[in-house]
């Protein structure tokens, strides 16, 4: 028998569920303008990497899924632009080929967004929110914010892949704990169920609750830091090929690889570039733009190795008092300020040792937000998944090319994740905001 903690619907009744809805709708539309409204036309349109779409892209693919699947399937509305699906279907044209096709342009894109939302302000009024799945305590409109919010975070990637003036600003990171913190933490040995069943805006892929059994492990505290991975650097990490897996080291040579993305050499110390600002790399915050390969070759370096998903997972919400599996490390609270940093609310992680109040039952800081963590899971589906509502969102990226990211950055909103959530990528790629952490598997003595 599965076992998660009952977390009702902090939402109750249709009217206050409604105005969830449309709060989250208009919170998000806002983070997606800020965004957009960063540059000037011309810097919408351009490519600023191959591995991303212009930013005017991003923008009308998030109306055009809206209208998909608000206006027309659960409005029953007729279609705003259906001359336009195909350009903003993202399985018709790779991101590299996106700006030579005759996109929409930024007045134009900004225009249909806002006549897809004032058609959507108008149907979530009367359209039933029972007895139909798709809209069952609104999934829709959730899976449709926490589209808009992922594609927000990639425009925040773009933003990172930008060169020039620094276009975006916000509040620096709280500080780390003074307290000292163990390096790592111990997980004993036990079940617990993972995914869910009853979290109302998971997506396919979190589904089903399922119960695993996960062996004894160690994990480290927080997230490995700049200063710990610039050990790797010096020690001659990057060119020792008894630490890479054979695809890894084909990459790091292909891509003559020896420091994370976005870091280069001043005489004798690293720097890096982010969001336009040109710092000295900080030693205590959590490395990130690194590949999983790295964070693999780091990780046997270390005499470690990278958590599996599910172990990543139980260290996230397990809680030995009660037996049960909850929505995030600090219980089943939605994230707030001092739970978790989110939601680009800071433009870079906070320092390892940070939020005390999102610490996790077994110890573990940091699981939620600052950098997604790469696991040495592959991306597969749960026992009993089912795709839904559609099958390009998740099962067709199952199998061994995809590895699995926990935890969401703070460039991840609240609303896109939390302790069930499942992310995915290339195990080259190093322009997301993702990190690691190491695992250990426990001796017989450590056990005891
Ligand atoms: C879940 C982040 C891998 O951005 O490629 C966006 C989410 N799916 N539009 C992605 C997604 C369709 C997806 N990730
Ligand atoms: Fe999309």
Redesign the pocket.
Known sequence: MTAETAHPWAVQGDDALRAHVAEELSRTRQRSAQLTDAVDDEDLERQHSPLMSPLVWDLAHIGS?EELWLVRDVGGREAVRPDIDDLYD?FQHPRSDRPQLPLLGPTEAREYVGTVRTKVFDLLDGVPLQGRRLVDNAFAFGMIVQ?EQ??D??MLATHQLRRGEPALHAEPPPPADDRALPAEIVVPAGPFTMGTSTEPWALDNERPAHDVRVEAFALDTTPVTNGQFQRFIDAGGYRQQQWWSPDGWAFVQRAELEAPRFWFRDGDRWMRRRFGHVEPVPANEPVMHVSYHEAAAFSAWAGKRLPTEREWEKAARFDPSSGRSRRYPWGDDDPGPDHANLGQRHLRPAPAGAYPHGEAPCGARQLIGDVWEWTSSDFRPYPGFTAFPYR??SEV?FGPDHQVLRGGSFGTDRAACRGTFR???YPIRRQIFTGFRCARSLSRDEIG
């Open positions: 899924q993202a589209h992922q594609h975070e990639t390009e969102y990226f992310n995915w990528d």
